[in-house]
């Protein structure tokens, strides 16, 4: 009896079991196949981080797949990512103030294990230069050019090899400044010019006769050079503007360097063309030609200051005729670059009514044939060059 009265709960039990279990089955069976066709389930994807450890002086930026990453910093360690497995190519550079290049370009796998990127101290040094002079400086290491810096600009140079002697050298050739270095690892150091306050400046004068006053910004006279002189005179450093003057009169006026590195040298230009003062003392008119080219009418009496005649000897050629004579002549004067010239016209004697004649000038003049003297002349009446 008392194993009938276990065994008929057990069977009991179990009938209202099976259907259950069925039931569960068949949808366990379902969710195994949706697994197998890919419809709620996705595989991890594998990642990863990149190290990188610099030993170098400063700050270097980083890419991968060229693609910046950020920095990392002078004397240490960052770490970038997450990255997909795979192989990824890392660059490191240094990037500032306009100056770029690489330290290390790395080829790195990422998979379960880190991947590390070393910058190892780079042989090259950082040379910061500021230009505070007009003209623009070149740059020298041990003999050898590494760049140009433009006049009031700074700039930062890279130094391959850094050790031993930095000049600093005009578009002359002149060294400005000198300094030892010995940087590695992208060490920094600083060269400056800073000019001094005034330079110089050697003036000559190419006139043979006569003396010139040589005239600053302001108008004052800072030197007067004799004839043919040469004189050194100080300036404020940069470009000066001068004035070279005779009798108060400006012959030239130029802008030149006044350099404290560089020997800065100005020779006057004196003018090409000048005066000639004329005078005739015929009763009759008298055209004057210089280099075949008419100049002006002189009339009887009368004196003439002729503008814009070569300078230098020049041959001048006069013609006129009068009742009882003439002129048919040509003669040799010169004229100089700041004073000028003067040339009188011979005088012709005329016939004294006792059936003789004489003149001042070559005798026997025939009829003089006319010359075009329809433009009109390049001349100031009454007034003369001073010797």
């Known amino acids: 009896m008392l194993n009938n009265r276990v ?6 039990i179990l009938s209202l079991l099976m259907p259950t279990a069925a039931f569960a089955g068949r949808k366990g069976h379902s969710r ?8 709620n389930h996705r595989a991890p994807v594998e990642q990863g981080y990149i190290t990188v ?3 170098n002086d400063a700050a270097l930026e980083v890419l991968v797949r060229g693609k910046v990453q950020g920095e990392v910093d002078a004397m240490s360690t960052a770490r970038f ?3 997909p497995e795979g192989n990824h190519k890392v660059r490191v550079r240094f990037n500032r103030r306009g100056l770029r290049f690489p330290v290390t370009v790395q080829k790195v796998y990422v998979g379960h294990g880190p991947a590390r990127v070393f910058a190892a101290q780079a042989d090259v040094g950082l040379l910061k230069v500021r230009n505070d002079w007009v003209e623009p400086m070149t740059v020298v290491l041990n003999g050898r050019s590494v760049g140009t810096i433009g006049a009031n600009q700074k700039q930062l140079f890279k130094l391959r090899d850094a050790y031993g002697r930095v000049e600093l050298r005009t578009p002359r050739g002149t060294t400005a400044l000198t300094k030892h270095v010995s940087l590695q690892g992208l060490q920094r150091d600083r060269v400056a010019i800073v000019p001094p306050r005034e330079g110089t400046v050697t003036i000559t004068n190419p006139s043979r006769q006569h003396a010139l006053d040589i005239l ?3 108008g004052s006279v800072v030197a007067t050079l004799p004839p043919s002189a040469r004189r050194t005179v100080i300036q404020p450093a940069g470009d000066v503007t001068l004035t070279a003057a005779y009798r108060g009169q400006a012959i030239q006026r130029t802008t ?4 404290p590195y560089d020997r800065s040298a100005w020779t006057v230009a004196l003018p090409t063309r000048s005066t000639l003062g004329v005078r005739n003392p015929n009763r009759f008119s008298v055209d004057v030609f210089v280099g075949g080219q008419f100049f002006a009418t002189v009339a009887g009496n009368d004196k ?3 503008d814009n005649v070569p300078v230098g000897h020049i041959q001048v050629e006069l013609v006129g005729q009068g009742r009882r004579g003439g002129i048919s002549q040509v003669v040799s004067t010169r004229v100089d670059a ?3 010239g003067f040339l009188p016209i011979p005088q012709v004697r005329v016939a004294d009514g006792r059936g003789g004649s004489s003149s001042s000038c070559d005798s026997g003049y025939a009829e003089v044939p006319p010359r075009d003297t329809s433009r009109r002349g390049r001349g100031r009446s009454r007034s003369y060059a001073r010797n």
């Open 216 to 218: 600053c910004a302001r």
């Open 304 to 306: 003439l200051m002729l």
């Open 53 to 55: 450890r610099n030993d």
């Open 7 to 12: 065994f008929v709960p057990v069977v009991l």
């Open 338 to 340: 700041l004073s000028g």
């Open 256 to 259: 030149v360097l006044s350099s």
């Open 81 to 83: 990512g997450p990255f």
């Open 32 to 39: 195994d196949r949706d697994y197998a066709h890919g419809r």
